[in-house]
């Protein structure tokens, strides 16, 4: 299990962009495929991209395609989410997660989890 370490959470306006990171120790960062989920209060979470162990392979919800774009960096032990064309329903705690094996879109598949940010997007 590697540790991760996401940046801080923010308050943007909607229409607007934001990239966050996710810092992971371990020199096996590598083998590990990368996911970025979502939850707000009440609902269960939502995945909302992944990331292959070499970046090569990436899938994205519905909701955010076309939007958002997810990145790593394995000399920098770190995953991106890059977030365009914010709209209020974007807001949530944000989670980004590692698995050791194949990228799947299930939380449950996913080993290590970051400490959640809060991302708000105003109207």
């Known amino acids: 299990q590697v540790q991760l370490v996401q940046s801080g959470g923010g308050l943007v306006q909607a229409g607007t962009s934001l990239r966050r990171s996710c810092a992971a120790s371990g020199r096996t960062f590598s083998n590990y495929a990368m996911g970025w989920f979502r939850q707000a209060p009440g609902k269960e979470r939502e995945f909302v991209a992944a990331?292959?162990?070499?970046?090569?392979?990436?899938y994205y919800a519905d909701s955010v395609k076309g939007r958002f774009t997810i990145s790593r960096d394995n000399a920098k032990n770190t995953v991106y989410l890059q977030m365009n064309r914010l709209i209020p329903e974007d807001t949530s705690v944000y989670y980004c997660?590692?698995?050791?094996?194949?990228?799947?879109?299930?939380?449950?598949?996913?080993?290590?989890w970051g400490q959640g940010t809060q991302v708000t997007v105003s109207s």
């Open positions: 997660a590692a698995q050791r094996g194949v990228f799947t879109t299930t939380p449950a598949s996913y080993d290590c």
């Open positions: 990331i292959s162990w070499g970046g090569g392979s990436t």
